[in-house]
């Protein structure tokens, strides 16, 4: 197994290589596993899969909950892991310092922090305190003993607020603050995400997964986008065809989508230790 340094520089340098590289989503220990075997070369977690999995809303899950969560999936696989961690579980630059050295210690290679408040009245936070915010983060990756990629995340456009001048903006700030990653999800049109990676000095995300955006990894590398992350589109992906076995059985009383199910003997070789 890879120490959690080696790790560190690992995933490091797939953001300073040519081109882009995925870093799918898994939602436990087991489907990191799976990933693995695939021949991934990095993993991120999901807030939601890890909420759905536990039987929850997204943004429920605590901070203790979360990191048992992707210590978990941390341990499982000898792939760099950068987490979803949300706001920071906190508004105060203080307790986003504090995750990320908890992030750290769960096993950790990178991790995520967005500006997206739980106030209905104010769902993003004011600009100058998101960048308090990042800059608090940055400081407290700075003091840890290995290197540790943070990513900056905007999040007007999922909260509603489409305002592409005011993204840039605010991943121009984060890239200031220190952040060594920038994320803004929700844009969906090859220009805007095009306008971001041409305004910002750092590698870019970008999630995909969502419906009706056609654009491809080949594509979005062609306009510099460096990381391609799926949120939890995997996990949501699982669910839906669970939920489409449990319909059929209690409304229709038959059992045809075992035919598409992977064969008991090909997910337990999968799983064999001895080749991973």
Known sequence: MLTQGDKGLVFRALHERDGAFLIPNPWDPGTARLLEHLGFEALATTSAGCAFSAGQQDNTISRDETMAH????????????????ENGFGDSPETVAETIRLAAAAGLAGGSIEDMSRHAERPIY?????????????????????????TARAEN???????????????????????????APGLTSTDDIASVVNAVDRPVNVVMGLQGVPLSL??????????????????????????RAARE????????????????????????????
């Open 70 to 85: 992707i210590s978990g999936i941390a341990s499982a696989t000898d792939l760099p892991v950068s987490a979803d961690l």
């Open 126 to 150: 004011e600009h100058e305190y998101a960048v308090e915010r990042i800059r608090a983060a940055a400081e407290a990756v700075r003091n840890l003993p290995f290197a540790f990629t943070l």
């Open 157 to 183: 456009y999922l909260a509603g607020r489409p305002d592409l001048r005011d993204t840039i903006k605010r991943l121009q700030a984060y890239q200031m603050a220190g952040a060594d990653v920038l994320y």
């Open 218 to 243: 080949a594509g979005l590398a062609a306009i510099g986008v460096k990381r391609v992350s799926v949120g939890s589109a995997l996990s949501r992906a699982a669910l839906g065809a669970f939920l």
């Open 249 to 276: 059985m209690r409304e229709h009383g038959t059992f045809r989508f075992a035919e598409d199910a992977v064969s008991y003997r090909e997910i337990n070789a999968m799983f064999d230790a001895s080749v991973l």
